[in-house]
């Protein structure tokens, strides 16, 4: 008889714990919140479009350097990192193939070990390719020359980035802190912030965040991804409105955005402006061919019970997501799992989760994993993953959630309710209604 409650009531006394952690979180210590500094950018571009016109002046620069002199290295490296820095403002892939194009003839150009191994590395980690990454930062290190502070210190977070994919958030910490003793910048701050942000360490995140805007000044977009971050950890927390009024400060500092307005979308949706949502979704589908707007357009509509609309848009984005993981398979294939999960084949939903989880093991993608191995009826296998995001360090509403459901799957509903009341304890939200339609920002 003894052992028959000793399950149940291990269980309620970890609900109670949980319970007094949530009470304790929410009445707070009377610390004030974070101070921003916001409110005047210090140079830049003041909008996306003017931004946008600068990259592509400087990409149109280097590219007439490299016709001027097909064979020198240099010009094609400066060609390269214009059209990366391109492809991450504006997520066209053709700026890709550019980068990989130009650095690949870096590589055949370039006498070993020169050839800028750090953009190598660069280009790798926008390809997910962790091996490559961790080959050409290696290169790096072995140079005659000591490269200048700036780029040890870059060096070193991408090593961070590299130890954080590979689901060892310690070692993540400690690169980053090392970064910043070489040479403390604002996307070190920014990294930080985000491996806290994963964590479950919420409120350092914001004190990272707010300490950085006032350490230094910034460009507008740099201010704006800043604000966007912050919106992430409210959006994470299901704060909504506070998410929705960050992103607003976002497209404040920096106007006209994608990424800043695919992010208001979202958080208009859970604050049930649907209407405002879906025509923000179809600008940035319309004028970005953002197959993420797509999937979001035809989620919601199949929510608004419009089936017509929502596979129209699930076809669209498909079709999108099958050229970009023909390409990179890596890079995009964490994007193409959701997809597959919600609009298409279940068993390709698990090999594309499977790519992702290999080429970057770290929580989000053990997440995925466990998500499409629940959908392809291996909830143990998900519960192994589960684990394993949780061991390395990963904390959100999201794991605790997904991992309540694959224990209600095995029949094991005492835990399954402690993993329940966990995800309640960051996200107070998790089960409401509006939560489902959070497709990005669900930490």
């Not at 979180?25 to 003017?50: H, K, L, S, V, W």
């Not at 007439?64 to 020198?72: C, H, I, L, Q, Y």
Request: aromatic share 6%; proline share 5%.
């Amino acid at each position: 008889m003894t052992r028959l409650f000793r399950w149940p009531l291990i269980a309620l006394l970890a609900i109670l714990t949980i319970a007094l952690l949530q009470w304790m979180i929410q009445r707070g210590d009377g610390e004030p919140a974070p101070a921003f500094a916001m409110e005047r950018p210090a140079f830049g571009p003041a909008t996306y479009p003017e931004l946008l016109a600068v990259s592509n002046d400087r990409l149109a620069l280097s590219q007439a350097r490299v016709e001027r002199g097909p064979n020198e290295w240099l010009p094609r490296a400066s060609a390269g990192a214009a059209a990366l820095s391109l492809f991450r403002l504006t997520g066209r892939i053709g700026y890709l193939d550019m980068a990989e194009a130009q650095i690949t003839a870096v590589r055949n150009l370039a006498p070993s070990p020169s050839g800028v191994p750090e953009l190598r590395a660069e280009l790798a980690l926008a390809q997910h390719d962790r091996t490559g990454a961790a080959r050409d930062l290696d290169i790096l290190s072995r140079a005659a020359v000591t490269p200048e502070k700036p780029t040890l210190s870059e060096a070193a977070a991408m090593r961070g980035d590299l130890a954080l994919y590979s689901g060892d958030h310690a070692e993540a910490a400690r690169l980053y802190r090392q970064a910043a003793q070489i040479d403390p910048h604002i996307s070190v701050s920014l990294r930080i912030a985000n491996l806290q942000r994963v964590s479950g360490e919420f409120d350092a995140a914001i004190a990272t965040l707010a300490e950085a805007t006032r350490t230094e000044k910034h460009t507008p977009v740099v201010l704006s991804g800043i604000a966007l971050q912050t919106g992430m950890i409210a959006s994470a927390r299901g704060d909504y409105l506070a998410a929705r009024d960050w992103y607003d400060r976002a497209e404040a500092l920096f106007p006209g955005h994608w990424l800043t307005t695919l992010y208001r979308a979202e958080a208009r949706l859970a604050n049930g402006q649907t209407d405002r949502a879906i025509a923000d979704l179809e600008t940035i589908a319309r004028d970005h061919g953002r197959p993420e707007a797509m999937d979001m357009l035809a989620f919601v509509w199949r929510v608004r019970g419009d089936a017509t609309r929502s596979r129209d848009w699930a076809r669209k984005s498909g079709a999108i997501w099958q050229e970009w993981t023909g390409k990179y398979p890596t890079a995009f294939a964490a994007h193409a799992a959701e997809h597959e999960l919600v609009f298409g084949d279940l068993s390709e939903a698990l090999r594309l989760a499977r790519i992702n989880a290999q080429a970057r093991p770290f929580g989000e993608a053990r997440l995925l994993l466990a998500r499409a191995l629940m959908a392809n009826d291996q909830a143990r296998a998900a519960l192994t993953e589960i684990s394993l995001a949780e061991r390395s360090g990963w904390r959100s509403a999201q794991l605790y959630a997904i991992k309540a459901q694959a224990l209600t799957i095995l029949g094991e509903p005492d835990a399954a309710d402690v993993a329940s009341e966990q995800a309640r304890v960051i996200n107070p939200k998790i089960n409401d209604p509006a939560t489902r339609l959070i497709w990005l920002a669900h930490g």
